[in-house]
């Protein structure tokens, strides 16, 4: 079956610019989440999405980014005005619940990778 | 600051040979989930464990958790050079963290053939 898509894979930018990475979590499941991954470095969390409730955005490090979950599926990580510290891989997980239970296993994207010039 | 920390940071091994990686943290946990990464891409994930287990098996990996010492540990017996990858321990603890998990910096294993 399908699993967690993400694109592009690979996006080079120029500081300054604004960027969209998108996510296609596996059908069905409610939650959602973002990571990002600097070079050598474990997952940092962004933001969560659970269903119809309010993103738990506590991750996001600046106002320059945002997300959005439109009807339940499909997300979009949206980064303003890039700078060279936000290169990364930017990781798309969900999972069928985040109950600390079993279905608590998450799904990963490939990844995108940015690079901010 | 991440709180799964796992150690060592690297291990290098033979094939054939059995791979330990070990991971800490500090506060109660709901679960615990062990993940591996290839080629700094997507995670898969390999085992979950409860707070209230404190042995899971799945084929050649097997993971314990010692919830009094905040621990947890993988081990990869009969390891095989497409083991080489870098392996996360990732907590839940809804209490302290709400809804997400959050990961260690991860063990890079380097299985040589």
């Known amino acids: 079956g399908a699993g967690v898509s993400q694109s592009p894979s690979n996006k080079v930018t120029e500081k300054g610019k604004d960027v969209e990475l998108r996510c296609d979590p596996i059908?069905?499941?409610?939650?959602l989440y973002w990571y990002r991954q600097s070079l050598g470095q474990g997952l940092e969390f962004l933001i969560y999405?659970?269903?119809?409730?309010?993103?738990?955005k506590s991750g996001l490090p600046s106002d320059r980014f945002s997300a959005e979950r439109t009807g339940g599926s499909v997300s979009t990580l949206t980064i303003q005005r890039t700078q060279q510290e936000d290169s990364a891989v930017y990781l798309c997980?969900?999972?069928?619940?985040?109950?600390?239970?079993?279905?608590?296993?998450?799904?990963f994207g490939p990844g995108t990778r940015l690079t901010v010039l | 600051s991440q709180q799964g920390e796992e150690d060592p940071q690297a291990l290098s091994i033979q094939e054939g040979e059995n791979a330990t990686m070990n991971c800490s943290y500090k506060?109660?946990?709901?679960?615990l989930q062990w993940y591996r990464q290839n080629s700094g891409r997507g995670l898969v994930h390999l085992i979950l464990?409860?707070?209230?287990?404190r042995e899971k098996h799945s084929g050649r990996l097997r993971v314990t958790l010692d919830t009094s010492k905040k621990s947890s540990s993988l081990l990869i017996t009969a390891s095989r050079a497409a083991d080489t990858a870098s392996y996360f321990c990732?907590?839940?603890?809804?209490?302290?963290?709400?809804?997400?998990?959050?990961f260690g910096a991860g063990t890079i294993l380097r299985v040589k053939s």
């Open positions: 059908s069905g499941h409610t939650a």
């Open positions: 506060t109660s946990i709901n679960n």
């Open positions: 999405f659970q269903g119809n409730s309010a993103p738990d």
């Open positions: 997980a969900s999972s069928w619940a985040a109950s600390g239970g079993g279905g608590d296993t998450q799904y």
């Open positions: 464990i409860r707070s209230n287990e």
């Open positions: 990732a907590i839940r603890a809804n209490m302290e963290y709400g809804n997400k998990l959050v």
